[in-house]
């Protein structure tokens, strides 16, 4: 059988340009340096016989003959990892590398606890972690940045599959003067009503949480306040604690970040069960399906482990 006059690491190069528009980010992606990935890009085209990329001023883009070929080749290297995945997965199971993508909402707080079960677990494993937003997440893991994501249930795109881990409840923060602040002090879960009326502030549109308080400012009278949307859980909760406004903050944020003599407090709201229910995600097209549920059990078991206030399905 002839040898084939393209390769995948140059197929790789091309879908980066496509998904980044941009020389030096794609490279940055790929792990090598720009001029190198100019050459291999050269190669490419030269090889093919056709112009793939259009280097202007302005930017970078695919020509139309290169997006027709970007989406053949997506296909190649995807089928390409599938074949190595499900390998893998047969001989060694939950071992090797794994590529893990998570928001800087959960990882920083769930993850410690999750990552020394699985050294003592599964020594020949190793998770290379990155953060991003999770809108930007479902992105990278379409295009074959991360294996698998953390991410907020449910994902949007079909070509992905969800493995539930937990439901995390979302407690109402509130600055320590607030007159609402008492009750939370004594433990005392708040009416659904004591949100009517409330200023509320939430993290930016790339983040569900957007979405969900703003649902429940509608649904329940408070204001949203678009003009002071934090850009972390951080910056939040030093909003409540100005006075800004009220929030919610995920459970495992508060577990590891607010402590008893805190400038805010926080308060369950009864009633009503607010939530974030988070999964790990995968493309279809992944071989090692069963790792990645082996890991997901994983993480179920420290989480109902280490918090009673999470749910894990059974």
């Keep these: 059988m002839a040898e084939l006059p393209l390769t995948l690491k140059q197929l790789q190069y091309l879908l980066a340009i496509s998904d980044l528009n941009h020389f030096r980010k794609a490279a940055e992606r790929c792990g090598i340096s720009q001029p190198s990935l100019s050459v291999q890009i050269s190669n490419l085209e030269e090889t093919l016989g056709v112009k793939l990329v259009e280097r202007s001023r302005s930017g970078v ?14 296909r190649v290297v995807e089928d390409s990892r599938s074949i190595i995945d499900f390998t893998n997965d ?15 909402t959960l990882g920083p707080y769930l993850l410690p606890h999750v990552v020394a ?34 991410a907020q249930y449910p994902v949007e795109s079909t070509e992905h599959v969800s493995f539930e881990l937990f439901r995390e409840p979302l407690y109402l923060a509130l600055a320590s003067d607030h007159p609402l602040a008492e009750q939370a002090r004594e433990k005392k879960a708040l009416p659904i009503s004591a949100l009517k009326g409330l200023d509320m502030l939430s993290l930016n549109p790339l983040y569900h949480l ?9 649904e329940h ?11 972390s859980l951080d910056a939040l909760r030093l ?21 008893a003599r805190s400038e805010i407090v926080v308060a369950r709201i009864k009633g009503r069960r607010i939530y974030r229910t988070i999964c790990l995600a995968w493309r279809k097209s992944a071989g090692r399906a069963r790792a990645y549920r082996e890991l997901g059990q994983v993480i179920r078991n420290v989480v109902e482990r280490k918090f009673d206030d999470l749910t894990v399905p059974r």
Excluded: W
């Excluded at 070929?69 to 997506?74: I, L, Q, S």
């Excluded at 677990?121 to 992105?139: A, F, G, I, M």
């Excluded at 957007?210 to 509608?218: G, H, T, Y």
């Excluded at 009278?221 to 850009?231: I, V």
């Design 61 to 74: 883009a695919l020509t139309p003959i290169g997006r027709e070929v970007a989406d053949r080749a997506r």
């Design 221 to 231: 009278g408070a204001h949203f306040l678009r003009d002071y949307e934090g850009t």
């Design 117 to 150: 079960t699985l050294h003592k677990q599964h020594k020949d494993l190793s998770l290379y972690v990155r953060e991003n937003s999770p809108r930007e997440l479902e992105h990278e893991l379409t295009a074959g940045v991360h294996d698998l994501i953390l």
């Design 239 to 259: 909003m409540v604690g100005m006075g800004m406004g009220a929030a919610f903050l995920p459970a495992l944020y508060v577990h590891s970040e607010i402590k």
């Design 210 to 218: 957007n979405d969900q308080v703003n649902a429940l400012c509608q």
């Design 90 to 104: 047969a001989k060694h199971g939950l071992s090797g590398t794994i590529r893990l993508g998570t928001k800087p």
